[in-house]
């Protein structure tokens, strides 16, 4: 069974920056990973992902620019980098794994077998 712990969420001030990992146990590059946000009152959202069919990155409209998402084998770990953050970002950020085929159109649907606890981002002065 796969195990996913996402880290490094905490309060930032708008403009500024965070980076999310997320390492998993029995991680293998052919599982899809996805990071979600849920805002108190909103349903879980897409933030971004790689696609397990060929390590494409894919992003929703309103992160554009501003965040990267990458992984380190090795390190079976996922980043997601934020930077420029707005008040609009806070929220819980979970990472999610798919086994399977999932290309980068696919991977920002809520497809995923596994899914961490989530960690808190909050963006306020």
């Known amino acids: 069974q796969l195990q996913l712990v996402e880290s490094g969420g905490g309060l930032v001030q708008p403009g500024g920056s965070l980076r999310l990992s997320c390492e998993a146990s029995?991680?293998?590059?052919?599982?899809?990973i996805g990071w979600f946000r849920q805002a108190p009152g909103k349903e879980r959202e897409g933030v971004s992902c790689i696609a397990s069919s060929d390590g494409s990155p894919n992003y929703a409209d309103s992160v554009k620019g501003r965040f990267t998402v990458s992984r380190d084998n090795a390190k079976s770990t996922v980043y997601l980098q934020m930077n420029n953050l707005k008040p609009e970002d806070t929220g819980v950020y979970y990472c999610g794994a798919a086994a399977g085929w999932v290309t980068a159109s696919g991977c920002l649907h809520p497809i995923y077998d596994y899914w961490g606890q989530g960690t808190q981002v909050t963006v306020s002065s």
């Open positions: 029995g991680f293998t590059s052919e599982y899809a």
